[in-house]
């Protein structure tokens, strides 16, 4: 967690750019991003050099002799704004460039990142913005491991606005129910096929590192402002060979969106994972062809829109005939996952009761020849200010059978359901959690409760029909009410009070 000094730091910056002219969210967070970049660059070649001069041993170099200046330490004492706006935007910025295409590959620690600034372009013009930015990201503890990913998180909070791809920030909360639910072990290779800002596999990170961290590897501190307990899980429990394969083999992202990409690469490096698979794709294309690949995949596919049936790839249209990608992303990740990979997904509520064929054939592909797990309904609101769709949270295993498949009617997540989303008492989550990890075909059978199971059968009887509401058991209390005379007398008598009360009021005016 981060302090109340540093939020206002970063809220300090935020404005410097609105007031300096750049008001769109994603360009500002970009922005940030390359400077964070640089700097990120320059603490790491700092690094290296002190451990080459201890151990004698030699390494790549990310600034050659003549780069020097450009280094983030040297940038700083330039004291000319329009000076320095040059040497960042001739210099710098290509070298991001040169690092993408020289040097990335024998780097790892920038591999991921360095790849997505190849395209990277300075949109400050304002001297004095590039100035006082630069100023404000050095305030960044950037070099605090357990802080700086935070730093990145709440940047991202101040996405307000949908991409026009159908991109919006999923909340971490409904991440982290999604990422306890599938339970990812240090051994598995996680992926999502939509990945936006990376906002699961960065909350995967975390989970492991909470899950794996013992009484003694919690770090407990106290805001010195707030008095807010600060607590930071360590993960000491994982082996130095398991932090190895998180930090280089575990994560791979997917997207077609340059800047989201690159939001992704940082927000990944800054929560300790460095060279995260983190590629440009459209997983949808021809282009994609990778299959049984991973153990786990947690997605928010983009719910909006069909595609050119051309360029869908023949394999998926196999799986579910349909140009609609809420469904093809269902059928690209049955195809991703290994046999016995767990995927947790959002889905639009129609596509729990969609009546077309594609609908209807992807349903029965998940019931009869996978195991469907899990049908978790959300409320519209959830979404908001984004959109107010409808949706639900599926949960299946690639393979297997389904014998029963636990359903969960979240009511309030913890937050109103207006635009504004406000903290608020009423928060399901923490009990689906439990309902999920003591369900029981035995117990179970209640379709009055929140949580409850419905067998496969029922589900077939039904026409596939995966919709909560087609299972659900409303219990309706009778309600007693006066009868209309009693009533009416009710009415007659007030107006007589009232009519009074207007006597009485025009005797003392006259």
Request: charged residues 30%; hydrophobic residues 40%.
């Amino acid at each position: 967690m981060i302090t109340g000094t540093i939020k206002r730091d970063i809220d300090r910056l935020w404005t410097e750019f609105w007031t300096g002219g750049i008001t769109n969210p994603l360009t500002v967070i970009e922005q940030i991003t390359y400077l964070m970049f640089a700097r990120l660059l320059d603490i790491q070649e700092a690094a290296d050099e002190r451990r080459s001069s201890r151990t004698g041993r030699p390494f790549r170099r990310r600034f050659s002799e003549k780069e020097q200046h450009i280094r983030w330490r040297n940038l700083r004492q330039i004291g000319d704004p329009q000076e320095l706006l040059v040497i960042v935007r001739d210099e710098v910025f290509p070298h991001f460039k040169k690092l993408a295409t020289a040097q990335a590959d024998e780097i790892a620690n920038e591999r991921a990142l360095a790849n997505l600034m190849r395209d990277a372009q300075l949109m400050i013009v304002k001297p004095s913005l590039l100035a006082k930015a630069i100023e404000m990201v050095e305030l960044l503890p950037l070099t605090e491991g357990d802080k700086k990913g935070d730093i990145y998180e709440y940047l991202l909070m101040k996405l307000t606005t949908a991409g026009i791809n159908g991109q919006f920030r999923t909340p971490r909360h409904i991440i982290d129910l999604m990422v306890a639910i599938v339970d990812p072990k240090p051994t598995d290779r996680i992926a999502d096929p939509s990945c936006g800002t990376g906002g699961f596999l960065v909350q995967t990170v975390e989970y492991l590192r909470k899950k794996y961290t013992s009484e003694d590897g919690i770090l407990r501190e106290t805001d010195p402002e707030t008095g807010e307990e600060l607590v930071t899980y360590t993960g000491d429990k994982l082996t130095p060979e398991e932090w190895n394969r998180i930090e280089t083999e575990m994560f791979h992202g997917f997207d077609f969106d340059a800047t989201m990409l690159r939001l992704a690469a940082m927000n990944m490096m800054l929560h300790g994972v460095n060279d995260a698979g983190i590629a440009y794709k459209d997983t949808l294309s021809s282009n994609y062809e990778e299959r049984d690949a991973y153990d786990v995949i947690l997605a928010n596919p983009p719910f909006k829109g069909a595609l050119d049936f051309e360029d869908i790839d023949r394999s998926l249209t196999r799986i579910v005939k349909t140009k609609k990608t809420e469904l093809l992303f269902i059928g690209l990740i049955l195809r991703m996952l290994k046999d016995g990979g767990r995927a947790a997904v959002i889905v639009p509520d129609g596509v729990l009761f969609g009546a077309s064929t594609a609908h209807r054939d992807l349903r029965q592909k998940l019931l009869d020849e996978n195991q469907l797990e899990a049908v978790i309904s959300l409320p519209s609101g959830v979404f908001k200010p984004y959109a107010g769709v409808s949706t639900a949270i599926m949960v299946f295993t690639k393979g297997g059978r389904t014998d029963d498949v636990f359903y969960y009617d979240v009511e309030a997540d913890g937050y109103s359901l207006d635009d504004k989303r406000d903290k608020i008492k009423a928060d399901d989550l923490p009990d689906c959690l439990k309902a999920w990890t003591n369900r029981n075909s035995d117990r179970d059978t209640d379709r009055t409760q929140k949580a409850f199971l419905v067998s496969a059968q029922d589900i077939r009887d039904a026409n596939y029909d995966l919709s909560l509401s087609r299972y659900r058991e409303r219990v309706y209390e009778e309600e007693e009410y006066d009868k209309p005379t009693v009533i009416l007398d009710r009415i007659v008598s007030l107006n007589t009070d009232i009519a009074k009360d207007l006597s009485d009021l025009k005797e003392m005016l006259t």
